[in-house]
């Protein structure tokens, strides 16, 4: 089979159109689920595009022997050996911005659902319930909102959480105290021991990286308030799901907002039932405002570079260093 373009996830729309237009384009959804598949198929394809659920590792590239460009539709590049493919001159694009308003809003909209049980008392009502009481909720306002990781996303939520008159206090290693993101939310920088005591929402902004897994771990949360709640729609392993189910049980902090998880789909949901857990399916991105901008950047992207342009949203480089071109 000669293949140009591979989809290995669900990704479709007009852009995706315009390239099977130009090239010999295959897309299949659940190929992810199949690194052999995705390696019998790789030697004659110059481009790759993928979600986060593909492993595009050092083993599936060693198959790549046309590939250009790998274009990956999200922010997040942990399922990318970026230095393999930098390795064998692949170009990898992501999509560093085109998501972030919807993952910024949707951890409003869980923050705002912890602080009033709005899914608890929808499923209540839903059953005939009337119990007001039972749902007494807090405000935002004035509350202090913890943001572990004040890049692109952390910034974009921190700035609609001080529009709702929420304090913003920050932790991250890598800015610097005159950034953009620091002045315009107000932030106050502190270390992550001091914004664990103080916030009443902790809420993580970090990539997955060899540093961050399990970064969020049982003492970690332990050093919140017990009233304070943890937000996660960055990256689950970022989080030890069992810390957390620990410290949830033992009441170190009152809930938590997770859009992803340890491992995706997860084989095992300890947090069912529970009404002060909010869970939901790794969506943070999901809004057609964000598909369209994502999968129109990654198709342009992979379309310029299979014409010899440059990608625009490059994380190695914009060309392709591949011996034949
Ligand atoms: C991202 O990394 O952009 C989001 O988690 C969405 C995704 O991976 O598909």
Not at 5 to 24: A, D, F, H, M, P
Request: glycine content about 8%; hydrophobic content about 45%.
């Amino acid at each position: 089979m000669n293949v140009d373009i591979l989809v290995t996830e669900n990704i479709g729309g007009r852009w995706l159109e315009e390239l099977k237009s130009k090239y010999s384009v295959t897309v299949e959804p659940t190929l992810w689920k199949s690194p052999d598949k995705i390696m019998a198929i790789l030697p004659s394809c110059r481009a790759l595009i993928v979600r986060n659920q593909t492993r595009v590792n050092a083993d599936l590239l060693s198959a790549a022997a046309k590939l250009e460009v790998i274009g990956r539709a999200g922010a997040g590049l942990d399922n990318i050996e970026v230095p393999a493919a930098t390795a064998k001159g692949i170009v990898v694009a992501s999509t560093p911005d085109q998501n972030s308003i919807s993952v910024a809003e949707l951890t409003l909209g869980i923050m705002l659902d912890l602080a009033r049980k709005i899914s608890a008392s929808n499923q209540h009502a839903h059953g005939g319930g009337w119990e007001r009481q039972r749902f007494m909720g807090a405000e935002l306002y004035g509350k202090n909102f913890g943001v572990v990781g004040l890049g692109r996303i952390g910034f974009l939520t921190a700035l609609r959480a001080r529009a709702l008159g929420m304090n913003i206090i920050a932790h991250d290693n890598y800015i610097s105290p005159d950034a953009v993101a620091v002045a315009e939310t107000r932030a106050e920088l502190m270390d992550l021991d001091k914004l664990l005591a103080r916030a009443d929402f902790v809420s993580c902004h970090m990539p997955l990286t060899p540093e961050t897994k399990h970064f969020f771990n049982y003492d970690r949360f332990s050093k919140m308030k017990p009233t304070g709640y943890f937000l996660n729609l960055a990256r689950g392993e970022v989080v030890d799901e069992a810390g957390l189910l620990r410290a949830l049980q033992e009441k170190k902090l009152a809930g938590a907002g997770l859009d992803v998880r340890e491992q995706e789909p997860p084989s095992s949901t300890p947090f069912a039932g529970m009404e002060n857990v909010i869970l939901t399916p790794h969506i943070a991105a999901m809004t057609r405002e964000a598909q369209e901008r994502v999968v129109a950047a990654v198709c342009q992207d992979v379309g310029a570079v299979l014409a010899g342009g440059a990608a625009k949203n490059f994380v190695n480089f914009p060309k392709p260093k591949h011996p034949k071109s």
